[in-house]
């Protein structure tokens, strides 16, 4: 019991962190917030829909839906954000927030309000024995992307000469164009990054729900902020470690609570994370720039 | 080398510089000199591109640069030390240097460009693997010179490279900076500190007010009146 809960929390948190870090990544260069990252998840549901209703096989539909929010992340920055270049914090926000409801009405209006089923293969659902343990099959799989994407995120920001420079401007963004580097290069990359990773998120809420609607990005992108905060605004690590830290809160609670106070999970959760604010303001591993401040 | 005629910057409806003249000549040390507030970091925010000039041009190596984004001011050669050193703390010394040098060479040159500036910063060979941030002020300022400098750059922009620093530090940066000039450098040196800026300088720009109130070779700056009373302490 003890080892299923574990791996559900780590499953869980798997998927804040993928979609904390997206929202990190953005944050980290540009100072935006983006509430349009849930969009990005739908876009992916909803690809991955068509492809396989059109018997695309499933490994090329999830190929397909984690390319189209990297796409549609792209545009996202090229239509919405980038004329809106050195702009206020307010109105980034706002811009966010356009576009969120923009492609929410569209969703709604163009596919279907209601949730669309979506069949997973049957591999994805079911739970199998590991020592007389019973663990899901979602959660394991949720795990093993989380731990893949988070390293291969590693190793781009660390490896490559525009990982660094993305590292590079998340602390200070004017002086690594005053070294030739192109902003425009780099913020795009953060928006495909950011994208590829709501794809991967979507895509193991989508395994767990088996259905898509038009607010399906809500709930999981507001716990993301959540993470992002409490891991510290702007820092990659801790949106990773706000992340796990929310989705094992969460499965905690779950399994705790008696069923009389499960209504009260989430503003349990709140209420933690406003005590570990209290104690750390700029969050578990503050960004450098919050540091210095 | 680089020309700056009638320059002008508003922060809103403030003008914080007005009609700057100023030029540089090819391997010239150039100081553009006033007090806290003078207008000199913005003149040079203006000249690299972080800032939009309200009017005026800025001529860099023949080609007119005035509205130019900064990424496209640096890949003409122009390089910034800024002001505070501005390192990336959390990245190696190592990683610093490349990106100072990634966009204007390739592999194998960046690798020599790197060797080089190893062996003019010793230091900096002995904490290569160290984040930027645990290293001393002076040992950062070196790095964001070094950093400066792995472009290969015609003209490099020092933004108060005296600032905070211990006095011994300051006399080896100042006589870095007069070196890397014997060498061929071009340099546009922004300082508070009047006396230290005038001894490694060819000529001078002083700067009061947001306007330029003096300019002319280094010893006839050091010379007057205006100088000596305002600035020197005389």
């Known amino acids: ?293 | 080398m680089l020309s700056v005629e009638g320059l002008a910057v508003r922060y809103g409806e403030v003008e914080a510089v007005r009609r700057v003249d100023l030029a540089v000549g090819a391997g010239e040390i150039v100081a553009l000199v006033g007090a806290n507030g003078a207008g000199k970091s913005t003149t040079l925010g203006a000249v690299c591109g972080l800032l939009p000039a309200a009017a005026g041009r800025v001529v860099f190596d023949g080609a007119p640069v005035t509205g130019l984004a900064p990424e496209l001011i640096a890949r003409r050669g122009m390089a910034l030390v800024p002001e505070g050193r501005r390192i990336f703390a959390s990245l190696s010394v190592a990683d610093n240097l490349e990106l100072g040098g990634a966009v204007h060479l390739d592999r194998a040159a960046l690798e020599a460009r790197r060797d080089e500036m190893l062996a003019l910063f010793p230091v900096l060979g002995r904490y290569y693997r160290h984040k930027g941030g645990n290293l001393s002020g002076g040992e950062q300022q070196m790095l964001a010179i070094a950093r400066a400098l792995m472009s290969k750059p015609k003209l490099v922009l020092f933004d108060e490279p005296s600032l905070g620093l211990a006095p011994q530090v300051i006399d080896v940066v100042f006589d870095l900076i007069a070196r890397l000039r014997r060498d061929g450098l071009t340099v546009l040196l922004v300082e508070q500190n009047v006396a230290l800026a005038l001894e490694i300088a060819d000529s001078a720009v002083v700067i009061a007010n947001g306007e330029v109130v003096l300019s002319g070779t280094a010893g006839e700056l050091a010379a007057s009146d205006l100088v000596r009373q305002a600035y020197l302490g005389d």
């Open chain 1, 1 to 293: 019991m003890i080892v299923q809960q574990i791996v559900n929390a780590i499953g869980l948190g798997g998927i804040y962190a993928l979609l904390a870090l997206g929202l990190a990544i953005v944050f980290s260069i540009i100072g935006l917030i983006n509430f349009a990252h849930g969009e990005l998840m739908t876009v992916t549901g909803y690809v991955l829909l068509a492809s396989l209703l059109f018997g695309v096989p499933f490994p090329v539909a999830v190929v397909v839906a984690v390319g189209a929010a990297a796409l549609a992340a792209l545009v996202m920055e090229r239509v919405a954000f980038r004329p809106m270049r050195g702009a206020s914090v307010t109105s980034l926000l706002l811009t966010s927030f356009a576009v969120s409801s923009l492609l929410k009405v569209l969703f709604q209006n163009g596919v279907s309000a209601r949730p669309q089923p979506i069949s997973m293969p049957s591999w994805m659902v079911g739970a199998f024995d590991v020592g007389g343990v019973s663990i899901g099959v979602g959660p394991a799989i949720s795990i093993a992307v989380s731990v893949v994407a988070l390293a291969g995120l590693e190793v781009f920001l660390r490896r490559t000469v525009t990982g660094k420079a993305m590292r590079a401007a998340a602390e200070d963004f004017d002086v690594v164009r005053l070294m030739g580097m192109s902003a425009g290069r780099i913020v795009a990359t953060a928006f495909v990054l950011s994208g590829i990773f709501a794809g991967l998120a979507a895509l193991l809420w989508v395994a767990q729900r088996a259905s898509v609607d038009p607010l399906m990005g809500f709930t999981p992108v507001l716990k993301a902020f959540i993470a992002t905060v409490v891991g510290g605004l702007g820092s990659l690590p801790g949106a990773v470690v706000g992340g796990f830290l929310l989705g094992a809160t969460e499965v905690l609670l779950q399994a705790t609570l008696p069923p009389e106070l499960a209504p009260y999970r989430d503003a349990i959760v709140l209420s933690a994370v406003i005590l570990v604010l209290l104690v750390r303001p700029s969050g578990v591993i503050p960004a450098v720039g919050a540091q210095r401040s």
